[in-house]
């Protein structure tokens, strides 16, 4: 157990709906990172928040959108969904210069 | 922007034998960090064995190991006496020093092991 909580672990929803992917971090971890991980693919980078604030962004599209709460756990908006986006999506929490540790991700299924 | 590639998309291995598995990357900077994480079928990120690229010693994790080769940008993953629970995807990870800890992944070898 990496103490890093996702949910929901599976989700299935039509084209075109909104959901969100909800993460707590590990005690303690300030920064939170969300993955996203197509079929039998590598984990791409999203978005990373530290503290509450926006640290690093990478291919996220538009469509997507993440936050960090004062409690520190952070919320991962899809919205528009598409059949592409069927995906697994990891979040992942770090004390701040320390290794990263992951949920155990929350599958999405777009139909 | 750092890359890391994976060349072999599936490895096999009998059991109790040795298997590498390899990794390379591209980055301009001198520090910074290198991992192997283990996804097994329940879809888990495992850390497996993680490098610092300022040690010049290889990694050890009881039966994992590193080949750690800064200036060829090499990174492989060598597990002695293979046991059927090694089975999984493997990722290399590349982490920059001081870019927040954001991991670049590399797009996985699945291992496969024969009893």
């Known amino acids: 157990d990496s103490g890093v909580t996702q949910t929901p672990k599976h989700l299935i929803t039509a084209t075109g709906q909104r959901v969100t992917l909800r993460c707590s971090p590990r005690?303690?971890?300030?920064?939170v990172y969300w993955y996203q991980q197509s079929l039998d693919q590598g984990l791409q980078f999203l978005i990373q928040y530290y503290n509450g604030e926006e640290r690093a962004k990478g291919n996220i599209l538009e469509r997507f959108s993440a936050q960090q709460f004062p409690d520190l756990h952070s919320e991962l908006n899809l919205s528009s969904l598409e059949l592409g986006d069927s995906a697994l999506y990891f979040c992942a929490s770090s004390l701040s210069g320390g290794e990263l540790f992951f949920g155990e991700g929350s599958r999405l299924t777009v139909l | 922007a750092q890359t890391v590639t994976q060349s072999q998309p599936e490895m096999s291995v009998q059991e109790a034998e040795t298997v590498t598995l390899s990794c390379t990357y591209d980055?301009?900077?001198?520090?910074?960090?290198l991992f192997w994480y283990k996804q097994p079928p329940s879809r888990q990120m495992i850390l497996v064995i993680r490098?610092?690229?300022?040690?010049?010693q290889n990694a050890t994790e009881n039966r994992f190991s590193v080949n750690f080769q800064k200036a060829a940008k090499s990174f492989s993953l060598k597990i002695s006496d293979s046991q059927l629970g090694d089975a999984a995807m493997y990722f290399c990870a590349y982490r920059s020093y001081n870019a927040g800890n954001m991991l670049t992944f590399g797009g996985g070898t699945r291992l496969m092991v024969k009893p």
């Open positions: 005690s303690g971890d300030l920064s």
């Open positions: 980055t301009s900077e001198s520090d910074y960090y």
């Open positions: 490098q610092e690229a300022y040690k010049q």
